[in-house]
Nanobody, 124 residues
Framework: QVQLVESGGGSVQAGGSLRLSCAAS????????MGWFRQAPGKEREFAAV????????YYADSVKGRFAISRDNAKNTVYLQMNSLKPEDTAVYYC?????????????????WGQGTQVTVSS
């Protein structure tokens, strides 16, 4: 069955860094675009970053641009999110998701598979 398992979340002080990983199985990972989304307490889930199937095209939400970097390793069926210069407003549950194709950046309905999420907490 399809599985997306996130790891690497935790608690960090403002200005710190974390690297999230998402291990995929049960589908042809190398043919899917992979995205990271996040949901802060009391807010709707929002788009953070996406990488295309080959890894040579990425796109970021304005709120994380210049601080976060998404990458993938198709040999390991894993997508990463390097998060630097973290801010308290980055506190959220972070989800990875897989889309067979992305026509509209950030459109959640295009994503077929979702992970369970990993908590990131940034203290001031």
């Amino acid at each position: 069955q399809v599985q997306l398992v996130e790891s690497g979340g935790g608690s960090v002080q403002a200005g710190g860094s974390l690297r999230l990983s998402c291990a995929a199985s049960g589908f042809t990972f190398r043919t899917f675009a992979m995205g990271w989304f996040r949901q802060a307490p009391g807010k709707e889930r929002e788009f953070a970053a996406v990488v295309n199937w080959s890894g040579n095209s990425t796109y970021y939400a304005d709120s994380v641009k210049g601080r976060f970097a998404i990458s993938r390793d198709n040999a390991k069926n894993t997508v990463y999110l390097q998060m630097n210069s973290l801010k308290p407003e980055d506190t959220a549950v972070y989800y990875c998701a897989a889309a067979p194709t992305v026509a509209t950046i950030g459109l959640q309905s295009e994503y077929s598979y979702w992970g369970q999420g990993t908590q990131v907490t940034v203290s001031s």
